[in-house]
């Protein structure tokens, strides 16, 4: 589509050229009065050219947008995948890593706020109270009371 712009941009160019050096030898006014229309028509085609060209590349910039959420999609689908929703505690529902999928990660949890926005946000053990421990989540502040840890089934109070 460049090549076919660029050849036409050249044309008009040419066109421009050949309808000034008409006016400027100042032959009878029915053909400076022509040459003037087609200056006119110059202009217009110029700029519908590159109206054209700001649209192909506006679709350009759409389509690499559209490409790079469809991979930001698929990679989270991928990544996903790899957890399963559990109750850890009565009414308590964190993303739990299936181990099988990937034997190198170490047991963890994931928010399931975080995770329905499709963030990972692994649940951070801040301490202890009252017999449970208090999980985080870094990213929304979310705080959960739990006794028992990831890897072993929770004991509900």
């Given at each position: 589509?460049?090549?076919?712009?660029a050849?036409?941009?050249?044309?008009?160019k040419?066109?421009?050229d050949l309808?000034?050096?008409?006016?400027?030898?100042?032959?009878?006014?029915?053909?400076?009065?022509?040459a003037?229309?087609?200056?006119?028509a110059?202009i217009?085609l110029?700029?519908?050219m590159?109206?054209?060209?700001?649209?192909?590349?506006?679709?350009?910039?759409?389509?690499?947008?559209?490409?790079?959420?469809?991979v930001?999609?698929?990679?989270?689908e991928?990544?996903?995948?790899?957890?399963?929703?559990?109750?850890?505690?009565?009414?308590v529902?964190v993303y739990?890593h299936?181990?099988?999928?990937?034997?190198a990660?170490?047991?963890?949890?994931?928010?399931?706020?975080c995770?329905?926005?499709?963030?990972?946000?692994?649940?951070?053990?801040?301490?202890?109270?009252?017999?449970?421990?208090?999980y985080?989540?870094l990213?929304?502040?979310?705080?959960?009371?739990?006794?028992?840890?990831?890897?072993e089934?929770?004991?509900?109070e």
């Open positions: 589509m460049y090549a076919e712009i050849t036409a941009a050249a044309s008009i040419t066109f421009a309808t000034s050096l008409i006016l400027k030898t100042k032959v009878d006014s029915a053909v400076t009065e022509k003037i229309e087609s200056q006119s110059i217009s110029q700029t519908a590159l109206a054209l060209q700001s649209e192909h590349q506006s679709l350009l910039a759409e389509k690499a947008e559209l490409e790079r959420r469809l930001n999609v698929q990679n989270w991928a990544e996903a995948s790899k957890y399963s929703l559990q109750e850890i505690a009565p009414g529902f739990v299936d181990s099988q999928e990937d034997g990660a170490p047991s963890h949890w994931l928010c399931s706020r995770y329905n926005e499709r963030k990972k946000s692994i649940l951070q053990k801040t301490g202890r109270m009252g017999g449970a421990n208090i985080l989540c990213t929304c502040q979310n705080t959960l009371q739990i006794y028992g840890t990831p890897g089934r929770p004991k509900s």
